[in-house]
Nanobody, 115 residues
Framework: QVQLVESGGGLVQPGGSLRLSCAAS????????MAWYRQAPGKERDLVAS???????NYADSVKGRFTISRDNAKNTVYLQMNSLKPEDTAIYYC?????????WGQGTQVTVSS
């Protein structure tokens, strides 16, 4: 089972950018399907972006064209580049790794978009 630690969250103004990082340890990241989820207050956890082992990337409609998921297998790290941020992007963002249907989760990092 892989251990995941998110970082890079914080406060940013609308229209700004932020890059989240998810560092993996205890396993080799490249064997996992990776994803970013987010959960806003009073809302369910939603899938934001995913990147399979085959490098098949998908995005929620709400973030298409603004967010980019990527991975650096040499660094055992997955990233979420977030551009043109909106207040509705405010949430706790969680890194997810899936291996044959078994999920591992990070502790989450807070992203707040506010002027």
């Amino acid at each position: 089972q892989v251990q995941l630690v998110e970082s890079g969250g914080g406060l940013v103004q609308p229209g700004g950018s932020l890059r989240l990082s998810c560092a993996a340890s205890g396993s080799i990241l490249r064997i996992y399907d990776m994803a970013w989820y987010r959960q806003a207050p009073g809302k369910e956890r939603d899938l934001v972006a995913s990147d399979t082992r085959a490098d098949n990337k998908n995005y929620a409609d709400s973030v298409k064209g603004r967010f980019t998921i990527s991975r650096d297998n040499a660094k055992n790290t997955v990233y979420l580049q977030m551009n043109s941020l909106k207040p509705e992007d405010t949430a706790i963002y969680y890194c997810n790794a899936r291996f044959y249907g078994i999920d591992s989760w990070g502790q989450g990092t807070q992203v707040t978009v506010s002027s």
